[in-house]
């Protein structure tokens, strides 16, 4: 009972007139960024991360949980209307989704991936309130070793699930890991990588990064592809279920937060995983299997709830240990350490009352939402009426705008050019870019505990595997390494059936070459 | 569809390993094999991995040269101790990359290039307009190269709109941003000679 004194607490600070007003811009202006095409949850919090530069750090945390959740929303609403899902974890609702709205019935599914959202966030919110205090209870005897382990078992989880590939998300995450690196090491005050040149000594910035590589990358992947001028048509008709949809979209509401919630508070999380399993699920129990690969609704509510629920999941391991596991959870870690605050255990006990505010602000954001966006589904569905070299045109404005803002020089411009290239690189050859995100900003951390445990044990690396904690994370690390796919659900099938057709397209492409030389 | 019946469909050397680049491939089916390598998306994607596996290496080399030129501390484990393990790492990763991908540089080497896309040159052009954004920004201030910015970019991505219009449009954004950023929320956006 404890939490909920702390929580109502919370939501006197939210609810003051003021905050109430941050709130509402925040879901505002995170639905509308959110549901332009190709623009995830994850770019939406880091673009429009410089806002909250200027406010204090309660309304700044309270304006960002709305931009959060309302990109999470609009980002949902683009993938169903145009199947370009912004992130990997909305890839499994715009499958049904999609399909839905080319049979016109758009409405029906943008309105229960709306209501689904609002059900997951809300529960998972209830489940952030008492499942995170007691967590930061546990993480407090959490030490250096431990936290060496959680992050190993981050970073092989993240770079083996995000993208095709073991060795493309590695090499993603080693990206990461390169550019974490540069400026000057905080214990031994030398700098590293920075090639002498005194704007690297501060490090590159984690937003320039993230906007050179999600915004600057995907801007210049339409120059490449020529799609500038292409548009679409407005959405017809009101975001309303009839009884019968509802009647089939509420247990999968359910189910998929079920399923969203544990999985994506793991440290090992990520929300991809359990929308599959949601997919999976609404399939196997579902009376009208017939209609799945036509658009059935419960293949859209169960992962939409699925994937908001681990959204709201992730947020466990970031408050409470400070481990993010998604480019989201991420982004958000660098906007806590913006305004001087370090996720972690300490961080309920320390700036308790901020945390509650802000998770009482998640609770109010999801309402605001489900209200906004019911009865405005229309207008944001205009957005993408747009044609595309204007949205990406800005987009590119917005991210220089969100470079120089975050850095202050007119070398993280220089970079973010190098970055936003280098993102297009990555791009064309299908390497994921969230685990780069991921691994710039795990990185320091886990080299500054790496170190801790080694003064610990005075450099005996012993201590790494001194604990049965420790012991059974490194267990859990090499079974993932090892044993190919052991996490990958289904990818591994597909993934040895395309090795299947290349076997055997090699073969074929030296008999025809021979063939032309005759 | 059994596997032995996608073998026979399946494009010849061109495939990499992504179920999406090959289905995406299949759905456009080069029209000769005589067509040049970069017509075949696959191809591409196979080779510009290798490059990135390349741009790896060349970063280890990098980070492991810049390890070695720090000075030791009494930690047991120094400022060069993490950099080098990443170092490693990539080096390991590069070159598995470069291996891994290797056939489709040799197809594209084999098959040539042929003359740059002009789609490369406006990716290029739109890089370089960021570089000039950067450097004119605190002279100029964020109004004017914030719509010249946006004038340009929309140009490169294929605009059909004649250039004034966009000009109006990007000073429309700008002007919302300056308000919104600069007077609502305080932060200081570089401001030219004429204040803006």
């Known amino acids: 009972m404890d939490q909920l004194n702390l929580l109502m607490q919370g939501f006197e600070a939210a609810l003051t007139p003021e905050n109430l007003l941050w709130a509402l811009l925040g879901v505002t202006i995170g639905t509308a960024v959110g549901v332009l095409p190709g623009i995830g949850p994850a770019l939406t919090v880091a673009l429009l991360l410089p806002i909250t530069f200027r406010l204090d750090p309660a309304a700044a945390l309270i304006l960002f949980a709305g931009i959060y959740y309302g990109g999470m929303y609009g980002g949902s609403t683009t993938s169903i209307l145009l199947n370009t899902p912004g992130e990997s974890a909305s890839i499994v609702s715009a499958i049904e989704g999609n399909k839905m709205a080319k049979a016109g019935r758009a409405a029906s599914a943008l309105a229960t991936a709306a209501l689904g959202s609002f059900v997951a966030g809300t529960v998972g919110t209830v489940a952030i309130t008492f499942v995170a205090p007691w967590v930061a209870d546990f993480a407090v005897q959490l030490g250096p070793p431990e936290y060496v382990a959680l992050m190993v078992i981050a970073f092989v989880t993240v770079s083996a699930l995000l993208g095709p590939s073991l060795l493309k998300g590695a090499a993603s995450l080693l990206i990461g890991l390169t550019i974490g690196l540069v400026g000057i090491d905080a214990q031994s005050g030398q700098a590293r990588l920075a090639f002498g040149a005194g704007g690297l000594f501060d490090g590159i910035d984690v937003v320039l990064v993230v906007v050179g590589l999600f915004a600057i990358s995907e801007a210049l992947g339409h120059v490449l592809a020529k799609t500038g001028r292409t548009t679409v048509q407005p959405v017809k008709g009101r975001a309303l279920l009839t009884r019968d949809e509802f009647k089939r979209s509420w247990p999968a509401w359910l189910r998929g937060t079920a399923l969203g919630f544990p999985i994506g508070s793991l440290p090992a999380g990520g929300a991809e995983i359990p929308t599959f399993l949601s997919y999976a699920t609404e399939k196997r129990l579902s009376k009208h299997k017939d209609e799945f690969g036509h658009g059935a609704i419960e293949g859209v509510a169960g992962p939409e709830a699925a994937n908001n629920a681990a959204a709201a999941g992730v947020l466990v391991p970031l408050l409470t240990i400070g481990l993010p596991t998604s480019a989201t959870a991420a982004v958000i870690l660098t906007a806590f350490q913006s305004y001087g605050l370090q996720p972690g255990p300490t961080l309920f006990a320390e700036s308790g009352d901020l945390v509650w505010a802000l998770i009482a602000s998640l609770y109010i954001g999801n309402v605001m939402l489900l209200v906004l966006n019911l009865p405005l589904v229309k207008v944001w569905a205009r957005v993408l009426t747009i044609p595309a070299w204007a949205i990406y045109a800005a987009v590119v404005v917005f991210a220089c705008l969100g470079a120089y803002s975050a850095g202050g020089s007119t070398t993280d411009l220089f970079l973010l050019a190098g970055i936003g290239a280098l993102g297009l690189l990555l791009r064309i050859g299908d390497i994921p870019v969230a685990p780069a995100v991921v691994g710039l900003i795990l990185g320091p951390l886990l080299e500054q505990q790496l170190r801790r445990a080694m003064i610990l044990s005075e450099g005996d690396p012993g201590i790494l595997v001194s604990s049965p904690l420790t012991i059974g994370l490194w267990i859990a690390i090499a079974v993932v390494l090892v044993v190919p796919g052991a996490l990958s659900l289904g990818r591994r099938r597909r993934r040895i059936l395309a090795d299947r057709i290349e076997t055997g397209a090699v073969r074929t492409v030296d008999d025809r070459e021979t063939a032309d030389r005759r | ?196």
């Open chain 2, 1 to 196: 569809m059994s596997a032995r019946r996608r073998e026979k469909q399946a494009l010849p050397g061109l495939d990499t390993t992504e179920v999406r680049t090959v289905r995406d491939r299949r759905a456009a089916p080069p029209s000769s094999v005589a067509s040049r390598a970069v017509d075949h998306p696959a191809v591409v994607s196979g080779a510009v991995t290798a490059v990135v596996g390349l741009l790896l290496v060349v970063a280890a080399i990098v980070l492991l040269t810049d390890a070695a030129s720090l000075r030791p501390t009494s930690e047991p484990l120094g400022p060069a101790a993490f950099p080098t393990i990443i170092g490693v790492l990539l080096a390991v990763v590069g070159v598995a990359l470069v291996a891994v991908n290797l056939r489709f540089v040799l197809v594209v080497l084999r098959r040539g290039v042929g003359p740059v896309s002009p789609r490369l040159w406006r990716v290029l052009g739109l890089l370089a307009g960021i570089v000039v954004y950067g450097v004119l920004l605190p002279f100029v201030g964020f109004t004017v190269v914030s719509v010249a910015l946006f004038v340009a970019g929309a140009l490169v991505l294929g605009s059909p709109r004649p250039w004034w219009r966009l000009a109006l449009y990007g000073l429309v954004l700008a002007g919302v941003i300056v308000l919104l950023f600069d007077r609502v929320i305080g932060l200081a956006l570089p401001a030219g000679p004429w204040g803006f």
